[in-house]
Each structure stands twice: as C-alpha cells, then as structure tokens.
C-alpha cells in the first residue's frame, strides 16, 4: 500500500531523444507527486511536481503526465541532453497533516548519450 | 540564502562506536526529515520532526536509532553501536508548511561508511 514502484531501472537515451520514466502507486491518499533528480554524491533536488487534479504539468523540457484512475504517474524529458543524466526518483505523499512523509521509487538512472 | 545543511558530509566509524549526524534546516523552516539511502536504492524515509517533537517514527529503527530537534540547534540523528548495515547515505530535507503541499528541500547528506 505504501509502495511507488518505478521503471525501468536504468535508461539510454541520445542527446535530443525523449525520456520517459513511469511510476505506480497503490495508496489512493496520496495526493502529491513530486519528481526529484538526483546527481552522484549530492541530495535529490526537486525537479517538477504535480497534484491529481490536472493530468498533465510542463515545466520546460520536462512533463508530467498523470493518470488518476490507473494510479500512475510518468516524467518525459523532452531534448534530452548530456547534462540531464542523473538518477531520477518518483515519489509519493499524502497532503494530511502529520503525515507528509515522502514514499519515493526505486530510481532510474538516466544516461544520455552525445 | 543557505540551503538545508548537514555535517559532516563523510563520517567513518569502527563497529560498536556512536554516529552523529547532524542538520540544520532551510532559515525558517521549522519541520525536518530523515531519510536513509541504501547503495543503488531510493531513499527511504525514517523520521518526521517538529522543534521539540518527534510526529512520525514509523521508519526509524526500533533499536539504536533515536532523532531529536531542539529548540534551538540543529536536528541530531543518532546511531548507537553501528553495524556494518549502517552504512549508507543519510539525507535530512526541511519544509515551511504544515499542512497541503509540503515540499520538501534536501540537504547533501552524510554518508556513514562502518568498518
């Protein structure tokens, strides 16, 4: 119930490529969906996030996609290059009060190809 | 405008010995949490504080770990007689907000290497 389950677990892509990452939740509480990306030896830095009420949120490159009733939620970084390659995490939360504890994916590591 | 702050970024400690980590969080955020990051893994959450409170524990270890934040000072995470399993990335995030959107902003970590 608690699990985010994200794929795939490594990514290639070449520069000016799209990528896309998938992730899938269980616990219909959840009501936050931040993205976070995260480069070797430094914290996650939050990327992009999105609420259920809207099925999509594009902050430059990067989209968001949403899908309320399949419970599944997808980062697309359009462009891709070089400098994007980092580990990327999904994660969850509900907004209750006292219980904003972040539920986050297993990660992908994203490389991109020159 | 600092951001979340931990220290040190690297601790090395012998089997059975104590581990302080140590965070400060975002200039008036007064909310702080704890997460551990295990090699190749998401992060996985341990503990959610307010000044003087602890909120949520659910994640911590029942054994050996324990957290604080007081009133004034930054939030301690501490490991009693580590274990090699101990090893791993420990990240602290800060929050402004108690309630809606919480988001969060993570600090570097520390990264606990056990002998």
């Known amino acids: 119930q608690q699990q985010v389950k994200q794929s795939p677990q490594s990514l290639i892509v070449q520069k000016g490529g799209i990528s896309i990452i998938n992730c899938a939740y269980e616990?219909?509480?959840?009501?936050?969906f931040p993205w976070y990306q995260q480069f070797p030896g430094k914290g996650p830095a939050l990327l992009i996030a999105i609420r259920p009420d809207v099925s999509e949120k594009k902050e430059g490159r990067f989209t968001i996609s949403f899908n309320k009733s399949a419970k599944q939620f997808s980062l697309h970084i359009m462009d891709s290059q070089p400098g994007d390659s980092a580990t990327y995490f999904c994660a969850a939360s509900p907004s209750i009060q006292g219980a904003q504890k972040l539920v986050f994916g297993q990660g992908t590591r994203l490389t991109i190809n020159p | 405008n600092a951001g979340v702050m931990q220290n040190p970024r690297h601790l090395v400690r012998r089997r059975g010995q104590e581990a302080r980590l140590r965070c400060s969080p975002m200039k008036g955020h007064s909310h702080v949490y704890w997460y551990r990051q295990l090699p190749e893994e998401g992060l996985k959450f341990m503990v959610y504080?307010?000044?003087?409170?602890?909120?949520?524990e659910s994640g911590m270890p029942k054994e050996r770990f324990s957290a604080e934040f007081p009133k004034e000072g930054p939030s301690i995470l501490r490991i009693q007689q580590v274990v090699r399993g101990d090893s791993a990335a420990y990240f602290c995030a800060s929050s402004l907000r108690t309630s809606g959107i919480v988001e969060q902003f993570f600090g570097p970590g520390t990264r606990l290497t056990v002998l």
């Open positions: 616990n219909t509480a959840f009501d936050y």
């Open positions: 504080l307010q000044k003087e409170n602890i909120i949520d």
